[in-house]
């Protein structure tokens, strides 16, 4: 496994009501972590949901019983680590967690295009930013592209081997 980073998976939002629930803004792909009992950090310590109510995007911790305590946690950000993520978020066939494809190779034919630094989302499309291969960028391509990690670019991930095998990716990587 790779370093246990914390990540962003929420931020608090403000009150709502008087009894201390609270607006959550999720910032992860797995809104099922979000249940009572379930343990994050943030900046202050830990915190404790009492519950969470999915339709209404709210949530209340335990020990916030009212709207003034309650208010000292707008724009707290919830983190998770790799291995909470593991435990709490399992995969379908195919799904990928974004800390196992950050660091890949990016991989068409038999060239190495880069490694995978980040991945962005735009509207509802995530992106692999790529950190060019220094070979190529002596050859004046430039020192980062985009992604668009869908079916028509990405054919297959090894996780095991850390590879991401493409396909029109350096036309796009020539384009940019």
Known sequence: MKN???FTVAQIGK????????????????????????VFETARGTLII??????RSTVKFVG???????????NTILYSDEQQTRNNCPLKEGEHYWFDIIGADIIEG???????????????TDYLLIDTDSQL???????????????RYILSVDEK??????????DILEAS
């Open 4 to 6: 246990n980073h914390k």
């Open 15 to 38: 009150t709502v009501g008087l009894r201390g629930d609270l607006k959550l803004h999720l910032k992860t792909d797995f809104p099922q972590q979000f249940k009572k009992g379930a």
């Open 50 to 55: 009492e519950n969470y109510n999915p339709k």
């Open 64 to 74: 916030y019983n009212n709207i003034e305590d309650a208010k000292a946690l707008t």
């Open 110 to 124: 038999d060239k190495v295009l880069g490694k995978v630094s980040d991945i962005q989302r735009m509207l509802d």
């Open 137 to 151: 960028v002596s050859e004046g391509l430039p020192k980062s592209f985009l992604i668009p990690y869908i079916p």
């Open 161 to 170: 081997n850390s590879k991401i095998i493409t396909q029109d990716a350096l």
